[in-house]
T-cell receptor, first 113, second 106 residues
Framework: DVKVTQSSRYLVKRTGEKVFLECVQD?????MFWYRQDPGLGLRLIYF???????EKGDIPEGYSVSREKKERFSLILESASTNQTSMYLC????????????FGSGTRLTVV | RKEVEQDPGPFNVPEGATVAFNCTYS??????FFWYRQDCRKEPKLLMS???SGNEDGRFTAQLNRASQYISLLIRDSKLSDSATYLC???????FGAGTRLTVKP
């Protein structure tokens, strides 16, 4: 019954490494999102995509990029990981832009050392 | 001012109590709101949508007050299993509140 799958539950990377976080959804949703969640700050939007090969910056895109080559897959890339990118990363998809809620993946807890 | 604001709590209530959370939003054109529940170290899960007319699902009632720009979540007859963090989201702007932590005690 898994609908949004994130490739790793826990990840430890070194400063300066290029990091790929993968997200796949099986609900044929057009809309996909990457958030990070930090204590006291809640969920903050990094990037989102409303269609294949389309991407839009969210509130905190600096240091990140994304790729959406196929409808079901939305990848988040940390070009050069830094310690301030240690966080919980949550991928979500949504059937519509406004009228329906998000379905989240189980999250990837990334630690950059 | 943050787009979406919530009282972080924590709210500590006894079993059987009624508890309400509010969430204010700044964009008067916002149309679409939801409440999510998040358990410790888990992903947020959709609790309910929020409609202008209000909606109820068992012990849970969600309401939208457009004039004052807030949404609310009311939980009646609290259960121990209701202990979680509750997040509001303004979907059009893709913005979440920081969450309100609820602990229901025996």
């Amino acid at each position: 019954d898994v609908k949004v799958t994130q490739s790793s539950r826990y990840l430890v990377k070194r400063t300066g490494e290029k990091v790929f976080l993968e997200c796949v959804q099986d609900m044929d949703h057009e809309n996909m999102f990457w958030y990070r969640q930090d204590p006291g700050l809640g969920l903050r939007l990094i990037y989102f995509s409303y269609d294949v090969k389309m991407k839009e910056k969210g509130d905190i895109p600096e240091g990140y990029s994304v790729s959406r080559e196929k409808k079901e897959r939305f990848s988040l890339i940390l070009e050069s990981a830094s310690t301030n990118q240690t966080s919980m990363y949550l991928c979500a998809s949504s059937r519509t832009q406004q009228g329906t809620g998000y379905t989240f993946g189980s999250g990837t807890r990334l630690t950059v050392v | 001012r943050k787009e979406v604001e919530q009282d972080p709590g924590p709210f500590n209530v006894p079993e059987g109590a009624t508890v309400a959370f509010n969430c204010t939003y700044s964009n008067s054109a916002s149309q679409s709101f939801f409440w999510y529940r998040q358990d410790c170290r888990k992903e947020p899960k959709l609790l309910m949508s929020v409609y202008s007319s209000g909606n109820e699902d068992g012990r849970f009632t969600a309401q939208l007050n457009r004039a004052s720009q807030y949404i609310s979540l009311l939980i009646r007859d609290s259960k121990l299993s209701d202990s979680a963090t509750y997040l509001c989201v303004e979907k059009g702007g893709m913005r979440f509140g920081a969450g309100t932590r609820l602990t229901v005690k025996p």
